[in-house]
């Protein structure tokens, strides 16, 4: 049995280098390793051995690169199984829960259905279901520290406090205290889109990117920047807010309180109010409305048009302002992808300034685990200091 740490795993810049490196690119030899962390080989070395030593790192047998390269070279990688994290989304009306390995890979998921929202009764569901999936294994009990916890809107993260959610309908919460107290884990709140903007860049499609974007469409619109390889937080910690870019003063009023933001013409629900006022038909479901626009309906297909322009005016502005390398474009919303994808793309390709138009979008599925994975990814970030 390894040895447990009250201390943050690590401390050394050079061993915080190595190790986020190694998490998501394991295995890689020391030479690469010192290739891309800019250290000297000793270095490397020196700061592999403590992880080395507590079980983080294992080394692989040697290889050889090529005949005559001199001598074999024990490649490095992570112990995916040294430490678990448990990562918890808030969703309006659901728990969805997961344990992953230090490599963010789901080992396994649990929800619990959500009906008091009031932030106490939260809080005793989410200890419940932490205790749930950490009861699946005797190792998972055994190796958990930390818990990561997603929830949309205003989050805090420094502080822990949910400052503004409007799914749950929060104000002020002192959410990371609240459950630190509950299952006696350390806990990190973060909100859902950085989670999961998080997790995409640690170990999805912005892996090694410096600039970075993630836009999520559904029910919400959000967005998530990586600059200079940080998730950027902003001043206020409200950097990001893609959908309340104002884009049409004649527009929808948003529930934030302007008119003709991205979210208030392109959320599901907007778009949904557009087709049942077109339609005069205030029972129409979203089904129903896709279903409508699907079978040609111009006034069903005329609201999709407009939120898809929405959204890429809204992603070629985030692009035009942070010159990202790539933006994921992920959420529910992708289920209708077929009804406005062409309209993002039009938008997006109108409204970006020159070389910046060269950014490709890549669509990226987002099963409701995913948002779990991305709480626990936030979790695996707190073990660095
Ligand atoms: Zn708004």
Redesign the pocket.
């Known amino acids: 049995m390894f040895p447990n740490h009250s201390r943050p795993l690590v401390t050394a810049p050079a061993e915080t280098a190595i190790l986020a490196l190694l998490l998501a690119e394991s295995p890689l030899s020391r030479v690469e390793l010192a290739r891309r962390t800019g250290l000297s080989s000793t270095a490397v070395t020196k700061a592999a051995r403590p992880l080395l030593d507590d079980g983080y790192l294992h080394e692989l047998p040697p290889e050889r690169t090529a005949p005559g390269a001199g001598r074999p070279v024990n490649p490095l990688a992570v112990t995916p199984d040294r430490e678990f994290v448990v990562g918890v989304k808030i969703s309006a009306d659901t728990l969805f829960g997961a344990v992953c390995d230090l490599r963010a890979r789901m080992r396994t998921t649990a929800s619990r259905p959500l009906g008091d929202r009031d932030p106490a009764a939260v809080c005793a569901l989410l200890a419940e279901l932490v205790s749930e999936l950490l009861d699946v294994k005797p190792e998972y009990r055994a190796r958990t520290r930390h818990l990561g916890v997603a929830v949309s809107g205003d989050v805090d993260r420094p502080c822990g406090r949910v400052r503004y959610s409007v799914l749950p309908d929060w104000r002020d919460v002192p959410l990371a205290d609240n459950l630190a107290a509950a299952t006696g884990l350390t806990v990190t709140v973060e909100n859902d889109v950085k989670a999961i903007t998080a997790a995409e860049h640690w170990f999805g499609e912005g892996i090694g990117t410096e600039y970075f974007a993630l836009v999520t469409i559904g029910a919400g619109i959000g967005s998530g920047i990586v600059i200079n390889g940080e998730l950027v937080a902003g001043a206020y910690g409200v950097a990001g807010?893609m959908?309340?870019i104002?884009i049409d003063p004649a527009g929808p009023q948003?529930?934030?309180?302007?008119t003709g933001?991205?979210?208030?013409v392109a959320s599901s629900g907007a778009v949904l109010a557009a087709i049942r006022r077109a339609t005069d038909d205030p029972d129409l479901d979203f089904d129903g409305a896709v279903q409508l626009a699907r079978g040609g309906d111009p006034a069903a297909q005329s609201a999709f048009a407009r939120a898809g322009h929405a959204i890429g005016v809204g992603i070629a502005t985030l692009v035009n302002l942070i010159g990202p390398e790539r933006v994921v474009v992920t959420g529910e919303g992708l289920d209708t992808y077929d009804l406005f994808g062409m309209h993002i793309r039009d938008a997006y390709e109108a409204h970006c300034f020159k070389a910046a138009a060269k950014c490709p979008l890549t669509l990226r599925p987002l099963p409701w685990e995913e948002w779990a994975r991305g709480a626990a990814v936030v979790g695996i970030q707190a073990l660095f200091p």
């Open positions: 807010e959908g309340h104002s948003c529930h934030c309180g302007q933001c991205v979210e208030a």
